[in-house]
């Protein structure tokens, strides 16, 4: 009698093996968080030391007899002022505040909803603890946009604990009436000055029109000139 042939079976992977699979990504994904949260964290620390290097007032850096004041009134979410934090600001803050020629001056003027009133508070209760440069720095390094949850509440208190804050304290102070009251007043101050949009800003005491982001550093060296420096 002829022997049947045995049909092939597919062996299905075991229930140990996909247990010992997913544990294994569990754990490379805990790992990249905490890499992750590492890096962050070591990048607060370097934003802190970095800021420690310069005389600070509130929002201004750099010192307050320098002979060329800059000040812009700016939002936290808007795309243009993000992208002159790191094309104006921090070139500005390098070249021009580090050798004590120029004070630079961050003014709150959240237009453009809920989570920039919310990151400006934030930005304040900073100040108040005097981590303001970094906190500011760290919010824009975020970058976001359209009130999406970049700066949310808790995101907010996430940051102020990696950039060294005390968390618990900045919490308290984040929706406090000091901190509505004053990023409200410096919005207010703004909209007195006839402002319509961010980033503006001043040297001097003077608006400047940019046209390109160059202009800026054109403007800066004339009331250097002026002041004989």
């Known amino acids: ?11 299905q992977p075991s229930m140990g093996l996909i247990i010992g699979v997913a ?20 990048n607060s620390i370097r934003a802190a030391s970095y800021y420690e290097q310069f005389p600070t007032e509130g929002t201004r850096i750099g010192r307050a007899d320098a002979p060329v004041q ?4 700016f939002d936290f979410q808007c795309p243009h002022c993000q992208t002159a934090s790191d094309r104006i600001v921090k070139p500005l803050i390098e070249q021009y505040v580090a050798e004590g020629s120029v004070a630079f001056t961050y003014r709150f003027f959240p237009i453009l ?14 100040m108040d603890m005097g981590m303001f440069g970094p906190y500011q720095d760290y919010l824009f390094a975020k970058k976001g946009l359209g009130n999406r949850g970049t700066y949310s509440r808790n995101n907010l208190i996430a940051y102020a604990r990696e950039v060294g804050l005390d968390a ?3 919490a308290e102070c984040l929706e406090s009436d000091r901190a509505v009251q004053y990023v409200r007043a ?4 703004a909209v007195r000055l006839g402002l319509i949009g961010t980033p503006t800003f001043f040297v001097n005491g003077q608006p400047v029109s940019l046209s390109s982001w160059e202009d800026m550093f054109r403007v800066v060296e004339q009331a250097l000139a002026a002041a004989g420096r």
């Open 168 to 170: 618990n304290a900045f």
């Open 1 to 11: 009698m002829a022997k049947k042939k045995s049909k092939s079976r597919k062996q």
């Open 186 to 189: 410096a919005h207010d101050q």
């Open 113 to 126: 909803g809920p989570e920039s009133v919310l990151a400006a508070q934030g930005a304040y209760c900073a």
């Open 70 to 73: 800059v000040v812009e009134y």
């Open 23 to 42: 544990v294994v990504l569990v754990a490379l994904l805990i790992g990249a968080q905490q890499w992750w949260n590492h890096r962050q964290f070591q």
